[in-house]
């Protein structure tokens, strides 16, 4: 069941879990959390621990992460976004990337679909990023029929973004979840399987049968895959 969430501050409770074992099954989270835009700016971070503490845990979960506009601090403050792509509204770009040296900032870019982690620029670009989430959550079909019953265009890019890797994140192995999300980092582009098992921390033969389970693909195979969607979006 498709599960989402729009988060604001003062509407999050502390969700960590509290001495989870790392091969137990993860616990229910949204398919997918918006980080909306705010015109009074986001929180200071310090002010929110809970709340970073809890986007954290919910992408740990396999929740996708989006943001919109200033939203885009807020995700950055998690961590989650160092080392990734991004956008935000080409106003507070700069602000952005000084407060976050680590993220790859691109204001040019409207919509930054990095798999797990969507940004998106103005406040207006809510369309966008929704009729993106129908494509990667219920197909082509769905976000282009849910587009001309809005009367609204399809995601403002061109043919290229709507063939996305959409991979499995809700398979509930907390280790195998671990790699894929490191493999989306900037230290990973040429990573080599021995790099995936001693991030797992598991022996060879365990890590790559169970990233097989959870992902129904070789880790080479799948790294090959984040390659050719990482090209298509340049």
Not at 36 to 41: A, C, F, H, K, V
Not at 77 to 94: E, K, N
């Amino acid at each position: 069941m498709l599960r989402g969430l729009s988060v604001t501050p003062d509407q999050i409770t502390d969700h960590r879990s509290h001495g989870a074992e790392e091969s137990s099954p993860l616990p229910t989270a949204p398919s997918v959390v918006i980080i909306p835009p705010s015109l009074t700016g986001p929180p200071a971070p310090e002010t929110v621990p809970d709340l970073l503490a809890w986007l954290r845990g919910c992408h740990e979960g396999g929740s996708i992460l989006a943001s919109v506009c200033a939203g885009t601090f807020l995700l950055a403050a998690t961590g989650l976004l160092d080392g990734r792509p991004a956008t935000t509204h080409w106003y507070a770009a700069t602000r952005l990337q000084q407060a976050f040296p680590a993220i790859r900032i691109d204001p040019d870019r409207l919509l930054v679909d990095d798999g797990d982690i969507l940004t998106v620029g103005g406040i207006m670009s809510w369309p966008d990023l929704g009729l993106r989430l129908i494509d990667r959550l219920f197909g082509s079909a769905a976000m282009l029929e849910t587009a001309r019953y809005l009367l609204i265009d399809p995601p403002r890019h061109d043919q290229r973004q709507y063939r996305h890797f959409a991979p499995n994140l809700t398979h509930g192995d907390r280790v195998i979840l671990k790699v894929q999300h490191w493999l989306r980092t900037e230290p990973a582009q040429n990573a080599t399987v021995a790099d995936m098992t001693l991030i797992s921390g598991l022996e060879e033969r365990t890590f790559l049968r169970r990233f097989h389970k959870a992902t129904s693909l070789t880790p080479l195979a799948y790294l090959q895959h984040l390659r050719v969607e990482s090209r298509s979006c340049t």
